[in-house]
C-alpha cells in the first residue's frame, strides 16, 4: 500500500497526481474529508467497486455514498427533484448526503440494487482536488473493516487495511469525525437515514424532516449492522451525575477483574483509570469519538463512555454509541 502526506493548507495539485490515476485505473485510495476517511474507487466500474466490498468485508446490500467534486457531476449520475436541488444549494459542499434517483450509469453494485443513489460533495480541499483530478464520480464508504470504529486519522486506516488497498492519502485528523448526515429527498417529510453533522434543525429550516426509528431502518440498509465497534464492550452513561456512576462502575468492574477504560468530556485526574478526554464541547466530542473508542480499545476491555444530550450534533454521537454498545440511563 503505497502511501502519500499531504499537508491540507498547503499543496500542490501534481501531489495528488498518483491517487488520482490509480482510482482511475480502478485501484482503491483512501483519503481524508471532512467527516471521516472514506476507501474510495471509481463508482462507475464494477470491478472497483466489488474490490471496496471485498476489501471492507462489507455486507452487498449495503449501498455506498458516491462522492463529487462539482454539481455538474451530481447531475450525471442523480436526477435531483427541486427539494434535493435547495438542499444542494444550501449545504452542498458539506457534510450532507442526498439520496435521489440513479441514473443508468451507476452500477447495482453501487447502490446494492437500489433505484437511488446516495451524493454527497465533501467540503475538503483534498477530497475535492482528487475526485476532480480523477475525473471520475468516487464512490467511498468509510475507511475502516465493516464494524469497526469509522477512522479518522491515516492511522486508522493503516491499522485496519494492508495489501487489501492501493493507496492511502494521509491529509492528518478529519474535522468533524462523524460520517455525513444521510437524507432521503424522494420522500416528504424527508427522513434521515443516518444524523450527522448537518442536523435536523438546520434541514428544517427549509423542508419537513423526521428522524427514522430503529423499526424504519430497512429504507437505510447500512443501520442494520453492528457498527463503531471495537473489540471491547462499551457502556454508555446517561442522566445526571454520570460522572460518579462512570467511576463507581469503573471501580466495581476492575474489582472483578476487567479492565475498564473510561471516556468522557473534561474528566480531570480524578482516578486511575485509562482516560480518554472528548473535549469541552460536541464538536470536539464528535472530533474525538472514534479515536477514543481505537485507542481505548487496545488497553481495556470495557470502554465506559460518558453520554450525551440528542440535540443538534449530539444526536448524532448518540446514534453512533448506540451502535457501538449499550446505553443505559442513570
Ligand atoms: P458508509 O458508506 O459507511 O458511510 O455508509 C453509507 C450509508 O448511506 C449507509 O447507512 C447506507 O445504508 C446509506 N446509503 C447509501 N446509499 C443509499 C441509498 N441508495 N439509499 C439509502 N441509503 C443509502
Ligand atoms: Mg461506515
Do not use: W
Not at 490515476?21 to 471532512?34: D, H, N, Q, S, W
Not at 471496496?52 to 450525471?76: C, E, G, M, Q, W
Not at 458539506?94 to 443508468?104: F, S, W
Amino acid at each position: 500500500m503505497k502511501i502519500v502526506k499531504i499537508d491540507p493548507d498547503g499543496f500542490l495539485e501534481d501531489d495528488l497526481k498518483i491517487p488520482a490515476e490509480i482510482l482511475r485505473k480502478g485501484g482503491i485510495v483512501a483519503f481524508p474529508t471532512e467527516t471521516v476517511y472514506g476507501l474510495g474507487a471509481n463508482a462507475l466500474d464494477e470491478l472497483a467497486v466489488k474490490r471496496i466490498f471485498l476489501a471492507k468485508r462489507r455486507p452487498p446490500d449495503n449501498p455506498l455514498i458516491v462522492h463529487v467534486s462539482s454539481t455538474d457531476s451530481i447531475y450525471r449520475i442523480a436526477k435531483p427533484n427541486r427539494i434535493a436541488e435547495k438542499l444542494i444549494e444550501e449545504f452542498f459542499p458539506g457534510p450532507l448526503t442526498l439520496v435521489m434517483e440513479k441514473r443508468e450509469v451507476v452500477p447495482d453494485v453501487t447502490t446494492a440494487g437500489l433505484k437511488m443513489v446516495a451524493v454527497r460533495m465533501p467540503d475538503h480541499r483534498i477530497a475535492l482536488k482528487l475526485i476532480e483530478l480523477a475525473g471520475v464520480p468516487v464512490s467511498a464508504p468509510s475507511a475502516n473493516k465493516s464494524g469497526k470504529p469509522s477512522p479518522t486519522k491515516a492511522e486508522h486506516v493503516i491499522e485496519d487495511f494492508s495489501d487489501e488497498i492501493d493507496c492511502v492519502v494521509d491529509g492528518g485528523k478529519t474535522e468533524i469525525g462523524l460520517e455525513s448526515t444521510v437524507v432521503d429527498t424522494t420522500v416528504y417529510p424527508l427522513e434521515i437515514l443516518r444524523p450527522g453533522a448537518v442536523t435536523k434543525e438546520m434541514i428544517e429550516e427549509f423542508f419537513d424532516v423526521r428522524e427514522i426509528r430503529k423499526a424504519e431502518i430497512a429504507r437505510s440498509p447500512g443501520m442494520k449492522y453492528r457498527h463503531y465497534s471495537p473489540s471491547a464492550d462499551v457502556l454508555v452513561l446517561t442522566g445526571i451525575n454520570v460522572r460518579g456512576e462512570m467511576l463507581e462502575l469503573a471501580e466495581r468492574l476492575r474489582s472483578s477483574g476487567k479492565k475498564p477504560g473510561l471516556a468522557a468530556m473534561q474528566l480531570g485526574k480524578i482516578h486511575d483509570f485509562p482516560a480518554y478526554d472528548l473535549g469541552k464541547n460536541l464538536e470536539e466530542y464528535a472530533e474525538r469519538l472514534f479515536d477514543a473508542l481505537r485507542s481505548l480499545d487496545r488497553v481495556c476491555d470495557v470502554i465506559i463512555v460518558e453520554g450525551v444530550e440528542e440535540k443538534g450534533i449530539g444526536a448524532a454521537i448518540m446514534n453512533r454509541l448506540s451502535k457501538a454498545g449499550r446505553i443505559y440511563r442513570v
